[in-house]
């Protein structure tokens, strides 16, 4: 089991920025995605951003160019900095620690519990 701590999130204000960063703890050594889904009130949990321990990055479509997933040297953590933020980004924000040895855009085996982005003016 991987414990998984998400921060960073908070208010910013339309086109301002954000870095989320996960912070995983006990098992990881063979953890092989780590990525960032976020769900709206109302809506279905959707990918953000996934980066393999292979080094392999994936976007969903609605943030390409505008985030940005970096997975840290230890492989433990991962950081999500995000850009020129809208309205729409405006959900909770889930880190996922996946071992399945491919990517699965749905994620997998462990969940933290999530950080509030709200952008808003």
């Known amino acids: 089991q991987v414990q998984l701590v998400e921060s960073g999130g908070g208010l910013v204000q339309p086109g301002g920025s954000l870095r989320l960063a996960c912070v995983a703890s006990?098992?990881?050594?063979?953890?092989?995605?780590l990525g960032w889904f976020r769900q709206a009130p109302g809506k279905s949990r959707e990918l953000v951003a996934a980066a393999t321990s292979g080094g392999e990055v994936y976007y969903g479509d609605s943030v390409k160019g505008r985030f940005t997933i970096t997975r840290g040297r230890g492989q433990d953590t991962v950081t999500l900095q995000m850009n020129n933020l809208k309205p729409e980004d405006s959900a909770v924000y889930y880190c996922n620690a996946d071992r399945y040895p491919e990517y699965r855009p749905t994620g997998g085996d462990d969940w933290g519990k999530g950080t509030l982005v709200t952008v808003s003016s």
């Open positions: 006990g098992t990881i050594r063979h953890i092989y995605t």
